[in-house]
C-alpha cells in the first residue's frame, strides 16, 4: 500500500508531465489581418460558412452525414464487436483479479 509521501511524489509527476504536454502549446489565429487565407478571402469563407449552415438546417440533414446504423451494417457489427471483446476482456480480468486473492479477516479493536 502506497504511503501518503509516495501518493504525493506521483501526483507531482503526473501534473509535470501533463503540464509538459498541455502547457505550453499556443493557439495558432485562422486569420490574419486582411491577408487571404487558402486562396479565399475572409468574404468568401463566410458566405460558405452561410450555405453550409442553411443546407444543416434543411429537413433530413443532420449529422455529420456518415450513419453508423443504416449505412455499412458488416462494418459497424466489427466496430461494436471490438468494442465488447475490448471491455468484456477488461471487465473478466478485473472479476478474476477479485475472484483469485485471498480474503483477510478485518482486525478486530
Known amino acids: 500500500m502506497?504511503?501518503?509521501s509516495n501518493i504525493l511524489i506521483v501526483t507531482a509527476i503526473v501534473m509535470a508531465i501533463g503540464t509538459a504536454f498541455l502547457g505550453p502549446q499556443s493557439a495558432l489565429a485562422q486569420y490574419s489581418g486582411g491577408e487571404q487565407v487558402g486562396g479565399s478571402s475572409l468574404e468568401e469563407q463566410l458566405?460558405?460558412?452561410?450555405?453550409?449552415?442553411?443546407?444543416a438546417g434543411q429537413e433530413g440533414a443532420y449529422g455529420s452525414g456518415t450513419s453508423m446504423v443504416t449505412g455499412d451494417?458488416?462494418?459497424t457489427m466489427?466496430?461494436?464487436?471490438i468494442l465488447v471483446a475490448i471491455f468484456g476482456g477488461v471487465?473478466?480480468?478485473?472479476?478474476?483479479?477479485?475472484?483469485?486473492?485471498?480474503?483477510?479477516?478485518?482486525a478486530k479493536y
Open 2 to 4: 502506497m504511503n501518503k
Open 47 to 55: 458566405k460558405l460558412a452561410q450555405e453550409k449552415l442553411q443546407i
Open 73 to 75: 451494417v458488416n462494418q
Open 78 to 81: 466489427i466496430f461494436i464487436g
Open 91 to 106: 471487465a473478466a480480468a478485473f472479476f478474476l483479479m477479485s475472484r483469485s486473492r485471498t480474503r483477510k479477516e478485518a
